[in-house]
Nanobody, 124 residues
């Protein structure tokens, strides 16, 4: 069982930056592929980015590519999401997710564990 707790969300102006963290409990963190998803009000949850168990392989949605950076620290059982050049359309609840598999996946059903989410609001 993996428990995930996100932090770092908040209110920021367009063009600003935020750094989200996801702390994982349990001894198997490094065995999990990790992902960040987001959900805007009234919309479906969508993939933002994912990272392999070693951190070598990453994947980004086109909408965040070049602006967001995912990383992980397996010694600290934490995955990070650095978000730069934020836009109002980045507003939503951001969720951390873990997947008991080798490959990075891009759809919610492929993930096994989820955090409670953290709100990110970008004002224009």
């Amino acid at each position: 069982q993996v428990q995930l707790v996100e932090s770092g969300g908040g209110l920021v102006q367009a063009g600003g930056s935020l750094r989200l963290s996801c702390a994982a409990s349990g001894p198997t963190f490094r065995a999990n592929t990790m992902g960040w998803f987001r959900q805007a009000a009234g919309k479906e949850r969508e993939f933002a980015t994912g990272i392999s168990r070693s951190g070598v392989t990453t994947s980004y949605a086109d909408s965040v590519k070049g602006r967001f950076t995912i990383s992980r620290d397996n010694a600290e059982n934490t995955v990070y999401l650095q978000m730069d050049s934020l836009k109002p359309e980045d507003t939503g609840v951001y969720y951390c997710a873990a997947r008991r598999a080798i490959t990075v996946a891009r759809t919610p059903p492929e993930y096994d564990y989820w955090g409670q989410g953290t709100q990110v609001t970008v004002t224009s």
